[in-house]
T-cell receptor, first 110, second 113 residues
Framework: LAKTTQPISMDSYEGQEVNITCSHN???????ITWYQQFPSQGPRFIIQ???TKVTNEVASLFIPADRKSSTLSLPRVSLSDTAVYYC???????????FGSGTRLQVQP | DAGVTQSPTHLIKTRGQQVTLRCSPK?????VSWYQQALGQGPQFIFQ???????QRGNFPDRFSGHQFPNYSSELNVNALLLGDSALYLC????????????FGQGTRLTVV
C-alpha cells in the first residue's frame, strides 16, 4: 500500500483558502486518491476523490499533477466549522481496506 | 435514508470481559469494514466482511472476531479485553460492485477499565 505524508497541523483564518498537500511517491497505477474529514468523536466523512488532474465538488477541489506523486486538497473560504482532521488516502476505495495516516489537524481561527 | 448506524455509542467494560459492537450499513450497501481508532491516531483497519465472510483482515489478534448477517448488518466481538483495547470503534459500509467511497458511522467509544 502506498504510504502518504502530510503536514501534522495547519492554522488558518476564516475566509481564507486552505491548501493541504499530501505526498504519495509509491502510488500504484490503479490507485485513487481520497480525502476524508473527521471531527472529534465522529467517523470520517468523505470529502473528495480523484485519479488525475483536477476534481471539484461543492465543498473542495483536488489537484493531482501528472506524475500523481502528490495531491493537494483545496478548501475555499474556510469557516470555523472546517476545524477538523483531514486524511489523505491512496488506494482503491470500497473493496479494500483504507489505510489512514495520522492526518492533518486544521485549526481555523476567527 | 439512514446512514451507517452503530450501537451502543458508549461502553465501559472491565479487563478480561468480552464485548459485542453492532453496525447497520447504509441502505443498499453490502460490504462492512471495522476500524479501531486510538486517541490522537488515524483509524486502523480490523477486518472487512462481504457475503457474510471475512474477506480481508488487518494486523489484529484473534481476540477480534466478527460476523455479517444476511441483511448485511455486522457485529464486532472482542474477547479477553485489555486496557489497550480502549478506543473508538468505527464501522464503514460500501457497495462492492462500484468503486464508491466508504461511509462511516459515528463509532462506539469503548473504555476498558
Amino acid at each position: 500500500l502506498a504510504k502518504t505524508t502530510q503536514p501534522i497541523s495547519m492554522d488558518s483564518y476564516e475566509g481564507q483558502e486552505v491548501n493541504i498537500t499530501c505526498s504519495h511517491n509509491n502510488i500504484a497505477t490503479n490507485d485513487y486518491i481520497t480525502w476524508y474529514q473527521q471531527f472529534p468523536s465522529q467517523g470520517p466523512r468523505f470529502i473528495i476523490q480523484g485519479y488525475k488532474t483536477k476534481v471539484t465538488n461543492e465543498v473542495a477541489s483536488l489537484f493531482i499533477p501528472a506524475d500523481r506523486k502528490s495531491s493537494t486538497l483545496s478548501l475555499p473560504r474556510v469557516s470555523l466549522s472546517d476545524t477538523a482532521v483531514y486524511y489523505c488516502l491512496v488506494g482503491y476505495t470500497g473493496r479494500r481496506a483504507l489505510t489512514f495516516g495520522s492526518g492533518t489537524r486544521l485549526q481555523v481561527q476567527p | 435514508d439512514a446512514g451507517v448506524t452503530q450501537s451502543p455509542t458508549h461502553l465501559i467494560k472491565t479487563r478480561g470481559q468480552q464485548v459485542t459492537l453492532r453496525c447497520s450499513p447504509k441502505s443498499g450497501h453490502d460490504t462492512v469494514s471495522w476500524y479501531q481508532q486510538a486517541l490522537g491516531q488515524g483509524p486502523q483497519f480490523i477486518f472487512q466482511y462481504y457475503e457474510e465472510e471475512e474477506r480481508q483482515r488487518g494486523n489484529f489478534p484473534d481476540r477480534f472476531s466478527g460476523h455479517q448477517f444476511p441483511n448485511y448488518s455486522s457485529e464486532l466481538n472482542v474477547n479477553a479485553l485489555l486496557l489497550g483495547d480502549s478506543a473508538l470503534y468505527l464501522c464503514a459500509s460500501s457497495l462492492e460492485q462500484l468503486n464508491t467511497e466508504a461511509f462511516f458511522g459515528q463509532g462506539t467509544r469503548l473504555t476498558v477499565v
